[in-house]
């Protein structure tokens, strides 16, 4: 039963998390946020039983995260 607590609350941040990406600003705070997102989905897809995903979901989280802070790097960060 706890388990299952536990995967609402994961879920329930990761509705929140997607939200908080939607409305934010700063492209390099969204480019975090989102990190915080992978993380939680790892999170979520462990406690579901199913590691291959969640290490795939970390891996690709890593190379996304890399790939978007190297683009912020030639960009303007804000947003209008």
Do not use: H, N
């Amino acid at each position: 039963m706890q388990i299952y607590f536990v995967e609402a609350v994961l879920l329930v941040f990761l509705i929140l998390i997607t939200c908080a990406v939607i409305f934010c600003k700063d492209i390099l705070s969204a480019v975090v946020i989102y990190s915080s997102f992978s993380f939680t989905a790892v999170l979520l897809y462990l406690m579901m039983g199913s590691p291959d995903v969640a290490f795939t979901e970390c891996v690709i989280g890593a190379i996304s995260t890399i790939f978007f802070v190297a683009v912020l790097r030639k960009i303007d960060r804000w947003c209008d």
